[in-house]
């Protein structure tokens, strides 16, 4: 199960008690910032969470991998995120939670 922006902003109206409609916006307008801090090229620092930053590859030879052809991969920037030591800390001691196989029983 995957946690969206409509899960945070749900909490966030059961939590803080704040309208459905406010915790939407605030849930966008928090993600919006982000996105326009790495696109300005900034690195967004989030304390107790991690930091997110743009970094520029270069271009590099790859491979088509159906004909085996030599190409470009061409130059891009990528998002990264390194997460900051409460995060790593906080999910290296949590219980690992059962994932579940799709509904089959054992036979």
Do not use: Y
């Amino acid at each position: 199960m995957a946690l969206t922006k409509a899960d945070i902003a749900e909490h966030l109206f059961t939590e803080l008690g704040i309208s459905k409609r406010d915790a939407k916006e605030l849930v966008e307008t928090f993600f919006e910032d982000i996105r326009l801090a790495l696109e300005n090229g900034e690195q967004v620092k989030i304390s107790g969470f991690g930091n997110f930053e743009l970094r520029t590859k270069n271009e590099r030879p790859g491979r088509n991998p159906k004909t085996g052809e030599d190409i470009p991969i061409t130059a891009r920037r990528v998002v990264t995120f390194r997460p900051g030591q409460k995060l790593k800390s906080r999910v290296e001691h949590a219980r690992p939670v059962e994932e579940t196989d799709g509904g089959e029983g054992d036979e």
